[in-house]
């Protein structure tokens, strides 16, 4: 039987119910069809990163084939290996043989091959004329700013912190996330071509009429800060679980002693509470529903 590829298979023998049932089966002679679909794995991930492709090059040895086809939509490998849910770990088809395939720990690998070698170290030489405006450094700011210097634009940062980085730098606790690793993946952005002014707050050292006025285009993507409130009497008093992140990372570590309760059960709670506990704590974490049912990434509860 001549096969002429998987897209041109010859019709074949298939018998139709298990010869176990029907000593002699049912046969068909049938053509099987080919069609090309995503991988669950790709379709899992928000960014829909090619991951069998980039897996692929690393077990040929073309790491560097791997990073490009990780950049193209992901540009800060070593941070998503290292906090990103891994959604597709759950679709990966690996699962239904025995487990999935540790792809967050693979992207982490070369995320760290990537930004150690200083893969990305081309500075860009700008394209055309138009300069871009992008209001807040997180990661929704800074990965608009990668791309669009990648376009050959002009691209500021303006972040109201004295340090870049936004919740990846003030609100992802340390053991979870280095600052050392933030730090390389926004020094690459600046040999890049990327300008970041710290220290300026929209409203006050600069407004929007400014931008729109001198810029082409603005961008803002000043970040999901504020909490929801419960609505509760005595909410007063609680204190905040991204502002305790915030001062814990920048060195204002509390007086931690005795017991605490961290009210809910996202990722937010999650590193509250391990947080606390590395502070020598006693935590508590209360959530209304079933621990099933809590949002945080599983490994964190």
């Not at 600069?206 to 504020?226: H, M, P, Q, R």
Request: neutral net charge.
């Amino acid at each position: 039987m001549k096969m002429e590829g998987l897209k041109n298979l010859p019709e074949a023998p298939i018998s139709l119910l298990s010869t176990l049932v029907n000593k002699t089966g049912s046969w068909r002679n049938i053509k099987p069809v080919f069609v090309e679909k995503t991988a669950p794995c790709i379709d899992a991930c928000p960014s829909h990163i090619l991951i069998p492709h980039y897996i692929d090059r690393i077990l040929r040895g073309t790491i560097d084939e791997a990073a490009e086809i990780l950049l193209k939509d992901n540009p800060f490998p070593s941070i998503t290996g290292r906090v990103c849910p891994h959604f597709c770990e759950g679709k990966c088809n690996r699962g239904e043989y025995d487990d999935s395939v540790s792809i967050r720990e693979i992207e982490r690998y070369l995320g760290d091959y990537i930004v150690n070698k200083k893969w990305k170290d081309s500075l860009k030489e700008q394209q055309n004329a138009k300069k871009i405006a992008i209001v807040g450094s997180g990661p929704a700011g800074l990965s608009c700013a990668h791309f669009l210097r990648n376009f050959g634009y002009k691209v500021i940062v303006f972040e109201k912190e004295d340090e870049p980085g936004g919740v990846l730098r003030y609100g992802i606790p340390e053991y979870r996330l280095p600052k050392v690793i933030v730090k390389k993946e926004i020094d690459a952005l600046l040999r890049e071509g990327i300008e970041i002014r710290t220290g300026t707050t929209l409203g006050k050292d600069i407004s929007l009429d400014d931008l729109e006025a001198n810029y082409d285009a603005v961008f803002l993507g000043t970040g999901a800060i504020l909490e929801r409130k419960m609505n509760i009497p005595g909410e007063e008093y609680l204190i905040e679980g991204l502002n305790f992140l915030k001062e814990v990372s920048l060195g204002k570590i509390p007086d931690v002693k005795g017991k605490y309760g961290v009210i809910g059960g996202g990722n937010v709670a999650m590193d509250v509470a391990r947080t606390l506990l590395r502070l020598g704590a006693e935590v508590y974490i209360l959530y209304r529903r079933t621990e099933n049912e809590m949002p945080a990434i599983t490994e964190e509860i």
